[in-house]
């Protein structure tokens, strides 16, 4: 189920930020995880632009 979310959430992810990558890490990434824990997640993307929010 939680693996389910995360893949839609990445979908949304590179749909709305075309990102170069995506990087899993903490409990989750070293696969030390618990039910509870969450997902830390780093984007690298080209731009530093966030659609909705207003950028300089």
Request: without cysteine; proline residues 5%; glycine residues 8%.
């Amino acid at each position: 189920m939680r693996d389910n979310i995360l893949n839609r959430l990445i979908k949304v992810i590179v749909e709305a930020l075309r990102p170069k990558k995506i990087i899993l890490f903490g409990s989750r990434g070293k696969g030390s995880y618990n039910y509870n824990s969450d997902y830390d997640l780093a984007i690298d993307t080209e731009k530093n632009r966030i659609p909705g929010k207003k950028n300089p």
